[in-house]
């Protein structure tokens, strides 16, 4: 079984609608991240969680919240989904050396 | 603050031929480097990592890179690259293993005939 799943794989919506993408992880890491990625843009970070009680906003958090649930839980949510928030998006959890591992990816379309 | 700069956006390297993809990063006390795998489709994979010590760091799939702190490079190296081997690769540069990562934009590498 993959260390670190997210779910929905694919998403497609519509403009203003609520969208949440979930991500759970087996690594028992404490450190938790969401990044978009854009074509030529590489990988943006949106929020990060160093634990559960800890929450920070990454590069570009706007338009975007996340809750983590449990040690394994760091969910990722668009309030009122817009065109430009069609990207690619990663979960990742790290260790104490930073070394990070990555989810397989929700491709999130909003039309 | 650290950054991390891919020169080559696209690289096309012969199957068979060595490579090298280049990545410079700028921090102030001693990085901790990564270099990361993305085949289409696919999350993110760790090829290798330098934290400290031995210069010239192994890693899985026949890469190697190596750190010049006079440099501030961190280039990976293969010596002779298969078909499998087409993906975007990324380096990052953390710190003090407490931190985010900063990635590079990635190259993408092609590999012909």
Redesign the interface.
Known sequence: DAD?TQTPRNRITKTGKRIMLECSQTKGHDRM?WYRQDP????Q?IY?S?DVKDINK?EISDGYSVSRQAQAKFSLSLESAIPNQTALY?C?T?D??????????TRLTVL | AQSVTQPD?HITVSEGASLELRCNYSYGATP?L?W?VQSPG?????LL?Y?SGDTLVQGIKGFEAEFKRSQSSFNLRKPSVHWSDAAEY?C?V??S?????T????TMLLVSP
């Open positions: 670190v991240y030529g843009l590489g990988l970070l990060y160093f990454g990663f990742a790290s104490s050396t930073d070394t990070q591992y990555f989810g397989p990816g | 956006i901790y990564f990361y696919q999350g993110l994979q760790l990592k934290f990324f990052a953390g710190n293993g407490y931190s985010t990562l990635f590079g934009k990635g």
